[in-house]
């Protein structure tokens, strides 16, 4: 899967997930009421000592932990996660987000896609009402045997492998297996640049990505829950520069982060068209 340079500026939105587009954890949004897990505090407890004591990848991990609470209890197939995706909850305006900005893109000039690099599980996110929107979501997932029954995990997105993704959308090398993100790409054959590239997210595990972001002239913008209005961690992320921005998780129209993105989407349009003057007189 791959996707090459087109006449009109791309502008890749990334998103983390949990925290970010939905006020919490997915598994706490019905799989672990499903396994009788007392609570999620407990349920990260159990993992993070797990990977502690076993020198374990975290998210190898929890991924475990699920399949394993989920035996003789509930048959662990991609259908189950789907539907415990679908009723995963998102913040306000979400669910209409993706297609508003889009529109308001191409008025301006610009094509925007959407895409989910996240730590988060694949088959959950792709059970929720918003799936359909993402150009790619790159998550965490499981193989399935010939009974579609889950019983190893096939992809493992933690915070460092995440910048990965950024590199594949960048060069439009979409494919999780396709070695051509390797590959030597001209700076002006770069489908998306880094400079217009968004990333938003909430967290310390955000902070390879929005630092990379942000390195290359690119936009990193922190949220946070406006329900509580706890801006702790988004201020550490701005005070030691992870981030250039940060605003409630709140996607309605008109919203300081509506605001944000559209002002984001009126600059990568007048400074592409100076890029590609640039490109031009260059190759004169």
Sequence with gaps: MRETKGDMPVLAICYDFDKTLSPDNMQAQGYLESVDFPDQDEF???????????????????????????????????????????????????????ERIC?????HGVKVEHYIISSGLREMIEGTEVAGCFKKIYASSFYYDERGVAVWPAQV??????TQYLFRISKGVLDVNDRGVNDYFPPSE???????????????????????????????????????E???????????????????????????LDELV?????????????EEIHYKKEKE
Excluded at 65 to 84: I, N, P, Q, S
Excluded at 157 to 162: A, D, G, I, L, S
Excluded at 221 to 228: C, D
Excluded at 230 to 255: H, M, P, W
């Design 157 to 162: 997105v933690n915070y460092t492998n995440k």
């Design 262 to 274: 559209k002002a984001i989407i009126d600059s990568t349009a007048a400074r592409e068209v100076l």
């Design 44 to 98: 990260w407890a159990t993992t993070n000592k797990l990977a502690r004591e076993n020198e374990m990848d975290a998210d190898l991990a929890w991924m475990y932990c699920m399949e394993r609470e989920a035996r003789g209890k509930l048959v662990f197939t991609k259908e189950k996660l789907m539907d415990y995706g679908s009723r995963i909850s998102l913040y306000d305006g979400a669910a209409t987000w993706f």
């Design 230 to 256: 706890d801006k702790t961690k988004v201020r550490k992320l701005i005070s030691e520069n992870r981030i250039k921005y940060f605003t409630a998780a709140d996607y309605t129209e008109g919203s300081e």
């Design 103 to 107: 529109r308001y893109g191409e008025a």
């Design 190 to 228: 770069m489908r998306v640049p880094f400079r217009n590239m968004v990333y938003i997210g909430d967290s310390d595990t955000d902070i390879p990505c929005m630092k990379l972001v942000n390195s290359y002239g690119g936009h990193s913008i922190g949220v946070y829950n406006p329900a509580t």
